[in-house]
């Protein structure tokens, strides 16, 4: 049986092999994502509380009215708001337009993890790029008013760019391109700043010395500064709207670390469970941000194992094969979700150890699933959190499925 499944496989690889058959396997993958997208967008588009925020700023935005929801002015990123304005503006205040656009963003990044794990072999290319086009959380995302679905097609476009880049480092046109992607990304989720560090890191580590790595260092540096000049226009609004913390993203930080790391902290949600002290109630919205980051640091550092305790509780969270937020918890559920993805990560942690460890396609894969790993290791843990890296985790997979990793050619030379 093994025999046949490694003639099979080689001859899927043969055939992929042609340009011309792996661009059509894609589109086909791409078909059937999409309509798996579309429909659940139609028979089951759901909302969560975050909904009702990212809707609310739309509005305002579509209507001309001033960016703020439940009186605060920096309680969200504007990216999301701006995509969902759009569609008001065309369409009406009608949900069903996003959650379609959404589908087709989400389904477009299925090819993208085709194109990833094409650098390993084609048909590991195509197996990565239709795991990921049935894959439950990305299929179900795309269905809300979230910022999942559009964040993970631009973070994974930027990916894409920046192993392009290592192949073409004195390419400045595509290090311009990944930087203004890059800052889109930190427009609709702030949260992937920081990733940007350890990825041109890992470019710098991996690019030969001499030129190469000159480049490289070179190339980090600008596409640092474009990203902090593309970022300006929303810090020196914050700025001015709060005349401190110049480089803000949202006044939700602190409160989402206090609610992370605090003695009650379950590693879930608990922002309702919160009473809120007179002190803190008399500040205004950016100072309220900060009083709740210094009470999250006092905890941090005056209750170091209880911090460590619960980064091990919310990695458990944002990779548990199942569900745990309320309203989401029927057994079938997840029974089929555990019976997915219990195979599916037991593959990916084989593949992992399978590829080698030096070369640019592995970094550009795991340092974004180390980055958000860490970063709900401190904030909270939830399986909505692993969803932007989900289409990196099944190339992994898909080198655990493969007879064995065959390395034609260097990945870095692959256009």
């Given at each position: 049986?093994?025999?046949?499944?490694?003639?099979?496989?080689?001859?899927?690889?043969?055939?992929?092999?042609?340009?011309?058959?792996?661009r059509r396997a894609v589109l086909w993958i791409?078909?059937?994502?999409?309509?798996?997208?579309?429909?659940?967008?139609?028979?089951?588009?759901?909302?969560?509380?975050?909904?009702?925020?990212?809707?609310?700023l739309a509005k305002a935005i579509a209507t001309g009215h001033r960016y703020e929801v439940h009186g605060q002015f920096a309680r969200r990123m504007p990216g999301y708001p701006v995509f969902m304005a759009g569609f008001y503006a065309l369409f009406g205040f009608h949900h069903l337009p996003i959650l379609l656009a959404q589908a087709v963003f989400s389904a477009l990044t299925t090819s993208f993890s085709a194109l990833f794990g094409r650098y390993v072999s084609p048909a590991t290319g195509l197996l990565a790029g239709a795991l990921a086009a049935v894959d439950p959380l990305g299929i179900g995302f795309s269905a809300s008013l979230l910022t999942e679905p559009l964040f993970t097609f631009v973070f994974m476009v930027s990916l894409y760019l920046f192993l392009k880049i290592m192949r073409h480092r004195n390419q400045w046109g595509l290090w311009i391109s990944f930087a203004v992607l890059w800052a889109i990304g930190v427009y609709i989720r702030a949260e992937v700043s920081l990733c940007l560090f350890p990825l041109l890191l890992w470019g710098v580590l991996v690019a030969s010395?001499?030129?190469?790595?000159?480049?490289?260092?070179?190339?980090?540096?600008?596409?640092?500064?474009?990203?902090?000049?593309?970022?300006?226009?929303?810090?020196?609004?914050?700025?001015?709207?709060?005349?401190?913390?110049?480089?803000?993203?949202?006044?939700?930080q602190g409160i989402s670390l206090y609610e992370s790391v605090y003695s009650g902290a379950t590693g879930g949600p608990r922002q309702s469970d919160l009473i809120i002290p007179p002190s803190i109630q008399r500040l205004n919205e950016s100072q309220r941000d900060l009083a709740w980051t210094h009470r999250a640091f006092t905890d941090i550092f005056n209750h170091p194992s209880r911090v460590v305790r619960l980064a091990f509780v919310k990695i458990a969270r944002t990779w548990s094969p199942w569900l745990h937020a309320r309203g989401y918890t029927g057994v079938w559920l997840n029974i089929v979700l555990t019976l997915w993805y219990t195979p599916l990560f037991i593959l990916a942690i084989i593949g992992l150890f399978r590829y080698p460890i030096g070369?640019?396609?592995?970094?550009?894969?795991m340092v974004p699933i180390v980055?958000?790993?860490?970063m709900h290791a401190v904030f909270l843990g939830s399986v909505r959190y692993r969803v932007?890296?989900?289409?990196?985790?099944?190339v992994f997979t898909a080198m655990g499925m493969a007879p064995a990793i065959r390395r034609k050619q260097d990945p870095a030379r692959i256009a």
């Open positions: 049986m093994l025999t046949r499944y490694v003639r099979i496989w080689n001859r899927l690889d043969s055939w992929a092999e042609n340009a011309v058959h792996f791409f078909l059937v994502a999409l309509i798996l997208r579309v429909v659940t967008a139609i028979v089951h588009p759901y909302y969560l509380p975050d909904s009702a925020d990212y809707s609310a010395r001499g030129v190469d790595r000159k480049i490289s260092v070179i190339g980090s540096i600008l596409t640092i500064l474009l990203v902090g000049v593309c970022l300006l226009p929303w810090w020196i609004r914050n700025d001015r709207l709060f005349h401190q913390d110049f480089f803000r993203f949202t006044t939700m070369t640019p396609l592995f970094g550009v894969l980055y958000f790993t860490l932007p890296v989900m289409p990196l985790v099944v």
